[in-house]
């Protein structure tokens, strides 16, 4: 009797103890955080999948075999094997990935040489040039190619000459001013401080007391660098180089606004010309092939970086860090650490600046100095009748749509990113726990542009309970918020696990509830980290544009997208001005953000 009963009881012990865990407010917690995610990143996305197999209500323009509603795999064979399959997919494809190298290579050229200078030379000035080497990641990529048109465009396509131009007389070439190698450059520019970054923290970590041990015992210097210090380093080497070809290929505003005039398509911009002329299916054919490219290239990156031997640098013996000595040459060394800083940050301001002041673009002299583009009352004949950017109201507007957008997606990305936190370390070794933690990084995966494009399509009309939310402030929140999730998640994540889980059963154990614990216990003790993930989500929201491009409506224009619409227009000092404005509140924040992380550890 006893051992035929055995089976049975042991199977109630399992089904009282699941059910327990069930009805755990962690376990509640945890799933209604999976259901949020599903709705608004696993759904959006299977959506636009299946949305390439079913005719359109447009598609008549297409086909006369067009019956909306209905089955097919037209828009699929439009675009792999069609007679535009070339012009849709084929070079537009081949365009980024040529972006994504060509910025990968001189992001590791700048980057690395930047933070050997900084970490393993006696370069003067190494703290300060460490501080500068990453401001211009603080500045949107696609300011750098407004600045880059200022100097280098040239009147056959331009219009008016840029200065180079102004100065030399000399027109650069058009693949100088246009097309693949400014769009490069300027990436390059933008994205090298991640590559610096990761390398500057490897180069730190080794003792070069194994590189002196080498050279005593006879090794030549090349010799050491190969065997030595570039094994440690070449994890992030890989690292940088894969975020940074991740990042050049979803870029929008820099291959739009360099690539327009030369007719230089990549995917993301491709996929915006789509769906300006009202393809949506190709469109979201094309951002699948950009997703998948972007997991491809990511889970690379964790397959080549996870299967390298690792090596021993920190340890409890004593640790040695002896800077070579350039001599003579370190001032070359400090010159060309300052030059790209110039060319990077300070230049582009100077140049937005200069433009923002102009009367006539083109034309650079100080007698062509106005103030009317800031300051100018409505109706004056220099602006066509708008007032000056401080008069404005329409900027005035996008200038607060700006802050409260991104005040906005950051409380909520913060809020979502804390519960995720508490979730994912309350529930570790779960499946439930594994599967918050990988759905709230999939948004990381998805370029801007391609997750801007999905909720346009799934949020553009209404689907089960949820509203058609296009057009409205409340999507805009939306989209910022989850597609930037991960850096809020990770940020909770990160602060969840410094918080020790006695401090929570000492309060069970007097009797408190769930919600007073979390209000009086765990949120208190993790507010510093919610703040710095606040405060990341709200600069990358402040100067995103092609997360919104595809979004924004005349009543929820933004500063970014402001500038794009008064640059299309031809108005240069307007959108040079607004850039400005832009420049000088991501300084701002981002000193905020350093204060932030200051006070709370650092992140």
Partial sequence: MRNSHGPGRRFGALWRGASCKVRTPQFVLAAALLAVLAVFVIIPVVRIAVDTVVWQTGDVRLSRDAVPGSLTLFHWQRVFRSPLTSHLLTTPLVNSILVGVGTAALSLALGGLLAWFVVRTDMPLRRVAGTLAVVPYMIPSYTLALAWLTLFKNQRIGGTAGLFQYLTGVAPPDWVAYGLFPTVVVLALHYYPFVYLLISNALASVDTSLEESAEVLGAPRSLVLRRITLPVVLPAVLSGVILTFSRAIGAFGTPYFLGSPVRFFTLPTMIYSNIGMRFPSTANILVLVLIALSTILILASQKVVGVRRSFVTISGKGFRRKPIQLGRWKYLALAITASVVLFAALLPFIMFFWQSVMEYAGTYSFSNFTSAFWLAPAGTRLTEGEPGLLRNPEILRAAWNSVRLSAAAAFVAAVLGSLIGYAVVKGRGTLISKAIDQVSFLPYLIPSIAFGAIYLNVFIRQWGPIPSLYGTFLLLVLTCAFRNLPFAARSGVATM?????????????????????????????????????????????????????????????????MTMRYQEQGFVQFANAITVVLVVMSVIGVWAIRKLGGQSGGY
């Fill in 497 to 561: 696990m410094q918080v020790s889980g006695e401090l929570e059963e000492a309060a069970q154990t007097f009797g408190a509830g769930w919600f007073y614990r979390f209000r009086r216990v765990v949120f208190p003790l993790t507010l510093r980290g919610m703040i710095v993930g606040f405060s990341l989500v709200f600069m990358t929201t402040m100067r995103e544009l092609s997360l919104i491009i595809l979004l924004v409506t005349p009543q929820t224009r933004t500063l970014t997208t």
